[in-house]
Structures are given as structure tokens and as C-alpha cells.
């Protein structure tokens, strides 16, 4: 099955204390991206990568590092988390192959900083 | 940069009025747009996409979509809401030089009356 996961789907963690929120495909696709989403403002793009070693920013990368050292897999990195990084983050995939140009969505972590 | 202004933060509307959400987007060149669905506590549902063709689009649940370069719009329409079509709808622009990562609008969140 065609699919995007993300793990942990919950985490609960203290200001300070370095943490990764895993993502991977298995569809082969190129392109990966992060989201988080707030109440009130929608998803925001944090980083997307178009290839391994490709990463760029997004609209808020502040506070974030990402990594594409295989193509299937597109990790968040928050070295030293916040409470205003408390949010529900979403990884996506696609492919520049596809005729949809459509994106995949993982099934969401809720992260919570204290 | 390319954005996305879905101006009304809540609609209400009666189980079988139609609905009509705005949606305006801002992009130089032609748009990759999305209309996603996200019911309470859940991940996001692709309803309908755009990137060429007719400038009408059809997607699932019975939504449609009309692309309006000249208005720089991409409303979605309903003839008929369900109880069950509440929820938050999200437009979406995205760029293949991006790897087609999206830009959201804050969404609108539906709320159907019997």
C-alpha cells in the first residue's frame, strides 16, 4: 500500500530536549515536505527537499533542521524545542513523474512542548 | 512568492443549501491548485486539483471547483451540503519549482444546520 508514515504520531516532550519526528515513503517519489498546523493559520511549509541531499526552506524553518540522506526517508529535527513549536506537523511526498502533481500526506504527529 | 487568501474564516450553511467557498490565489506563472478537506482530528483529504486543462474541475463527495485566471480565483462549490461536509477546507497553491511543497490558505471552517 501506497503510503506515507510518520512516527511518533504523539509526543509530549520538555523545552530544550532535543527530539526527531521520522517520515517515510514508499512510493519512490522525489519530493518531500514538512507542514505544521496551527489553529487559525492553516498549514505552513517548513522545509521541502526535491532530491537526496536537496533541502530548502520554507515559510517557517526557524528552529527546524531537516535531512534527506535516503530518498524514502525525510526527517524533522528540532534540536532544541520550544513550547511555540507545540503544533501538529505533517510530512509530505510527490513525485515529479506523476501526472496529478499531488501530494501525500503522512497522518500527522502532535507534538507538545512544555 | 506564490500565496493563498481564502477570506471567510466561517461559513454556515443549511443541510441542502449549496455552498460556495472563496478562494484567491497569487502566482506568476500557471497555478498547481487544491482544494483539501480536514474533518476534526483527522489528517488531510485531497477533494480536487487543477493544474491544466478544462477550467472546471470535478472531485470527489460531489465538490467542484472552477479555475479563474482572470480573478485569479479557484472557488469550490457544492449544489447540496450534507451534515456530513462539515468540517475545515483548506486551497492550496504549489510550484514545481518547490517540488510542488504547498502554500495553504488559513482555511475555512464549515458549520451545516439541520
Known amino acids: 500500500e501506497a503510503q506515507v508514515t510518520q512516527n511518533p504520531r504523539y509526543l509530549i516532550t520538555v523545552t530544550g530536549k532535543k527530539l526527531t519526528v521520522t517520515c517515510s515513503q514508499n512510493m519512490n517519489h522525489e519530493y518531500m515536505s514538512w507542514y505544521r498546523q496551527d489553529p487559525g493559520l492553516g498549514l505552513r511549509q517548513i522545509y521541502y527537499s526535491m532530491n537526496v541531499e536537496v533541502t530548502d526552506k520554507g515559510d517557517v524553518p526557524e528552529g527546524y533542521k531537516v535531512s534527506r540522506k535516503e530518498k524514502r526517508n525525510f526527517p524533522l529535527i528540532l534540536e532544541s524545542p520550544s513550547p511555540n513549536q507545540t503544533s501538529l506537523y505533517f510530512c509530505a511526498s510527490s513525485s515529479r513523474t506523476s501526472v496529478s502533481y499531488e501530494q501525500y500526506f503522512g497522518p500527522g504527529t502532535r507534538l507538545t512542548v512544555t | ?114
Do not use: M
Open chain 2, 1 to 114: 512568492a506564490q500565496s493563498v487568501t481564502q477570506p471567510d474564516i466561517h461559513i454556515t450553511v443549511s443541510e441542502g443549501a449549496s455552498l460556495e467557498l472563496r478562494c484567491n490565489y497569487s502566482y506568476g506563472a500557471t497555478p498547481y491548485l487544491f482544494w483539501y478537506v480536514q474533518s476534526p482530528g483527522q489528517g488531510l483529504q485531497l477533494l480536487l486539483k487543477y493544474f491544466s486543462g478544462d477550467t472546471l474541475v470535478q472531485g470527489i463527495k460531489g465538490f467542484e471547483a472552477e479555475f479563474k485566471r482572470s480573478q485569479s480565483s479557484f472557488n469550490l462549490r457544492k449544489p447540496s451540503v450534507h451534515w456530513s461536509d462539515a468540517a475545515e477546507y483548506f486551497c492550496a497553491v504549489g510550484s514545481p519549482y518547490s517540488g510542488y511543497a504547498l502554500n495553504f490558505g488559513k482555511g475555512t471552517s464549515l458549520l451545516v444546520t439541520p
